[in-house]
């Protein structure tokens, strides 16, 4: 099992570009999360899903979309990046009976120039 | 809205000396959960508490969840190089979509 992957590992875009970060996982998981993570503010919900179809906000959702077409899949887009999306983003997942524990992915280091 | 707090946000300590981080939740957790982030790594899940007063213990490391369920503590006996890393606590959001609300981490440098 490869558990959670995420392509690309690294990406730089200049300020207005667009781009798509992907998430997979082979645990069968339904819930699927997107974080980032900048120095000192810790892990930051940006969206989640709870299944197939659905997806909705987290705390910082403003100048990202996501969507889940495949259960397997999270994908994170950002329509026009901005030097303040520079961060390292990660995803996880986890089963949707409690304790919840999430799996993460390796993250995706960002930097908008 | 619910806050978790960590400190502290650093620590240095010599190989051999002990660590402890705090963790503080605004409001009452059902369970609370720890992650370590070895540098340049993802957070990999430790351990989860989920009754009050609870300790548990993995080889060096104690997790202990107070008794209101609203602050939880990691301490580590007699540090090592292999335990350099962000410690973070979690907690889940009041809606049941498995959302975690994580603290700041607290980095831990083990000097040999």
């Known amino acids: 099992n490869a558990g959670v992957t995420q392509t690309p590992k690294f990406r730089v875009l200049k300020t207005g570009q667009s781009m798509t970060l992907l998430c997979a996982q082979d645990?069968?998981?339904?819930?699927m999360y997107w974080y980032r993570q900048d120095p000192g503010m810790g892990l930051r919900l940006i969206h989640y899903s709870v299944g197939e179809g659905t997806t909705a906000k987290g705390e910082v959702p403003d100048g990202y979309n996501v969507s889940r077409l495949k259960k397997q899949n999270f994908l994170l887009g950002l329509e026009s990046a901005a030097p303040s999306q520079t961060s390292v983003y990660f995803c996880?997942?986890?089963?949707?009976?409690?304790?919840?524990?999430?799996?993460f992915g390796p993250g995706t280091r960002l930097t908008v120039t | 809205g619910q806050q978790v707090m960590q400190i502290p946000q650093y620590q240095h300590v010599q190989e051999g000396e002990d660590f402890t981080t705090y963790c503080n939740s605004s409001t009452t957790l059902s369970n609370i959960q720890w992650y370590k982030q070895r540098p340049g790594g993802h957070p990999v899940f430790l351990i989860q508490?989920?009754?009050?007063?609870e300790v548990k213990k993995q080889k060096r490391l104690t997790f202990q969840f107070g008794e209101a369920k609203k602050n939880s503590s990691l301490h580590i006996t007699a540090t090592q190089t292999t335990d350099v890393g962000t410690y973070f606590c979690?907690?889940?959001?009041?809606?049941?979509?498995?959302?975690?609300?994580f603290g700041q981490g607290t980095t831990l440098q083990v000097k040999p």
């Open positions: 508490l989920v009754k009050s007063g």
């Open positions: 996880a997942s986890s089963y949707s009976q409690g304790p919840y524990e999430q799996y």
């Open positions: 645990m069968n998981h339904e819930y």
């Open positions: 979690a907690g889940p959001r009041s809606s049941n979509t498995g959302k975690l609300i």
